[in-house]
C-alpha cells in the first residue's frame, strides 16, 4: 500500500516541481507523468503453502473421481487422486470418462436440438435411399401435423393433460363454447378421425355399431363412453390410429384419394378429408398450446396453402346453404353451369396464401376476376383462424372494397364452416 500524502503544510523539495503556465510567455506546464501503480515485486510475495496431501486407500480415491471430474475436491484430495491416477490405469481410464461427461453438462452448452435437424437427416436419407412406399403428397399435411400435436404431447407433464381448454365454433351464426381439456381433446380428434378410418375399413374408436354422427355427437358419444375423466392413455391410442391411417392411404395406390368420407351433413373425399383433419389438428393444437403455455407454429406455407385453398373451395356451397335458410343475401344473376358469374376476390396474404376467386350466386357458377364485385384481403393465419370459428366475422382485420353485402355473406360463410 502507498504511504500516507504529506499534508499541505509540510516542507517539501519543491524545486522539481512542474512550472505553471506563464500567460505572458504562452508556455505551458508540462504535463505531469501517468501515474501507475507498480506491481509488488515477486520477491516480496509469500509463497503460497503447500496443500496437504491426505493419505488415502484406493477405495476413498475412486469414490473421489466424480467430485474431482467437477473440480469440487480440496487441492489437498486433488493432488492424492492425481497422484492416484498416475499408477492405477483403471482409475485413469474412469476419469477420462467421467471427465467427457461433466463436458456436456457445462451451461453455456445449447442443448436444444437444431430444429431443422430432422428433415436435414430425412432429406439426406431419402436421398440416398427413396421410400419404397411414399406417402402421397395430399396426405403429408395429416402426417405434419400429427407429428407436431406428438410432439408437444411428449413435452407436457401429467397435470398439463388436464388443463382446461375453452373451445369455440359458429353454429347457425351463434358462437358456440365447451369446456374441456387437453385430454379430452386428444379423444376428439381421435373420435373423429374414426371417421376416415371407417371409410377405410379400418376400425372406429367408437366401434362397430355406431349409427352416422357428426363430429359433435361423435365427440359427445366418445367422452360418454369413458369409464374415467379423459388423461393421458388417450395419447397412444389417437397416434396409433394417426400411423394407421397414412400407412394405409400410402400402400392403398392412387384410387383411395377419391374415395367418400361422410360427416353426417356433407361429405368429402378422402384427398380433402385429411387435408381437413391436418386443419383440424393444427387448430386444436394451437388451442392446447395456448392452454400450456407452449410455443406453436403455423403450418408450412404449403400446407398451410392447401387448407386454405380448400376453405376457399366449400365457401360458394356454404353461401348457397346460407341462402336457402334466409341468412344471405339473395341471388343476383343466375348463370348456366360453368360460366362465369358474380365474383368475390380473396385475396390472403402471407406464408401460404394466394388468390381465389368465389362465386357468389352459384356453387355451379365459376368465379373470374372480370366479375369481380368486391374483394377482401386477409393474412392466411387470420383467415384460418375465421374458418375455424375462433373469431367473428365482425372481428376479422380484412381490407375490404366492393359490394358490402357480398363481403359480409362471404365473411359469415367462412365463419359457418366451423364446427367442434
Not at 376476390?345 to 376467386?357: D, K, N, P, S, T
Request: aromatic residues 6%; hydrophobic residues 40%.
Amino acid at each position: 500500500m502507498p504511504g500516507p500524502r504529506r499534508s499541505a503544510d509540510d516542507h517539501a523539495d519543491l524545486s522539481g516541481a512542474v512550472p505553471p503556465w506563464d500567460a505572458d510567455s504562452g508556455t505551458e506546464p508540462w504535463p505531469e507523468p501517468e501515474r501507475r501503480q507498480v506491481p509488488e515485486p515477486e520477491r516480496w510475495r509469500e509463497p503460497e503453502p503447500e496443500p496437504e496431501v491426505p493419505v488415502l486407500d484406493h477405495g476413498v480415491l475412486k469414490s473421489l473421481l466424480g467430485a474431482w471430474a467437477l473440480s469440487a475436491c480440496s487441492a489437498g484430495e486433488t493432488r492424492a487422486v492425481e497422484d492416484h491416477l498416475t499408477v492405477c490405469a483403471p482409475c485413469a481410464e474412469e476419469a477420462l470418462r467421467l471427465r467427457d461427461a461433466v463436458a456436456l453438462l457445462h451451461e453455456d452448452r445449447d442443448l436444444d436440438l437444431d430444429p431443422l435437424l430432422r428433415s436435414r437427416v430425412l432429406e439426406n436419407c431419402l436421398g440416398r435411399r427413396p421410400a419404397r412406399i411414399p406417402v402421397p403428397d395430399w396426405a403429408t399435411p395429416y402426417d405434419a401435423e400429427t407429428a407436431r400435436l406428438d410432439a408437444l404431447l411428449r413435452d407436457i407433464g401429467e397435470a398439463e393433460w388436464h388443463a382446461p381448454v375453452r373451445l369455440k365454433w359458429y353454429e347457425d351464426d351463434r358462437l358456440m363454447r365447451r369446456k374441456s381439456t387437453v385430454a379430452g381433446l386428444i379423444g376428439h380428434l381421435l373420435a373423429v378421425d374414426g371417421l376416415v378410418s371407417a371409410a377405410l375399413g379400418l376400425p372406429d374408436p367408437l366401434g362397430g355399431a355406431v349409427p352416422e354422427l357428426s363430429a359433435r355427437e361423435r365427440t359427445e358419444e366418445f367422452w360418454a363412453s369413458l369409464d374415467r375423466p379423459p388423461n393421458r392413455a388417450l395419447r397412444a391410442p389417437w397416434r396409433d390410429q394417426s400411423h394407421s391411417l397414412i400407412r394405409t392411404v400410402s400402400f392403398a395406390g392412387r384410387g383411395v384419394a377419391d374415395l367418400t368420407v361422410t360427416y353426417k351433413d356433407f361429405a368429402l373425399p378422402l384427398r380433402d378429408s385429411l387435408l381437413e383433419r391436418a386443419f383440424e389438428c393444427w387448430v386444436h393444437a394451437d388451442d392446447i398450446a395456448n392452454a400450456v403455455a407452449y410455443p406453436y407454429d403455423p403450418p408450412s406455407g404449403a400446407h398451410l396453402h392447401g387448407m386454405i385453398d380448400l376453405a376457399a373451395r366449400q365457401l360458394p356451397g356454404a353461401l348457397a346453404e346460407r341462402r336457402r335458410t334466409g341468412r344471405a343475401g339473395p341471388v343476383r344473376h343466375l348463370v348456366a353451369a360453368g360460366a362465369p358469374g358474380r365474383t368475390l376476390h380473396l385475396e390472403v396474404e402471407g406464408a401460404g396464401g394466394g388468390h381465389w376467386y368465389i362465386a357468389l350466386d352459384s356453387p355451379a357458377a365459376v368465379g373470374s376476376p372480370d366479375h369481380a364485385v368486391a374483394q377482401v384481403a386477409m393474412d392466411g393465419v387470420e383467415f384460418c383462424q375465421l374458418v375455424a370459428g375462433h373469431i367473428s366475422p365482425e372481428e376479422a382485420a380484412a381490407g375490404q372494397d366492393g359490394d358490402r353485402e357480398a363481403i359480409r355473406d362471404v365473411l359469415s360463410a367462412a365463419a359457418s364452416l366451423s364446427r367442434l
